[in-house]
């Protein structure tokens, strides 16, 4: 299971850290990523982090978003600054489980993020 937060309304330039829970003992093996879709487009990954730690950003976001995890507390983070009102988008946090499935096969409800 997992279950995001941290959502909410912020003005340009402004910051929010969307958090995720996750449910499992071996997270510290999955591998995971953020992603966001707006109403009629698709899905983009926004950030990934490998169960070796390495991590991808879509260029949209390079140098502003940083993607972590902390095992210790089975919790997914997405530090989002200098945020854009183009940022808006209902954000979900995604899993692979086991890392090597070739498609992200658990996601949370999602969490809203606005920027005006």
């Known amino acids: 299971q997992l279950v995001e937060s941290g959502g909410g309304s912020v003005r340009a330039g402004g910051s929010l850290r969307l958090s995720c829970d996750v449910s499992g003992s071996t997270y510290s093996r999955y591998c995971m990523g953020w992603f966001r879709q707006a109403p009629g487009k698709e899905r983009e990954a926004v950030a990934t982090i490998g169960n070796d730690g390495r991590t991808t950003y879509a260029d949209s976001v390079k140098g502003r978003f940083t993607i972590s995890k902390d095992n210790a507390k089975n919790t997914l983070y997405l530090e989002m600054n200098s945020l854009k009102p183009e940022d808006t988008n209902m954000y979900y946090c995604?899993?692979?489980?086991?890392?090597?499935?070739?498609?992200?096969?658990?996601w949370g409800q999602g969490t809203q993020v606005t920027v005006s």
């Open positions: 995604a899993a692979r489980i086991p890392c090597w499935y070739p498609r992200y096969n658990y």
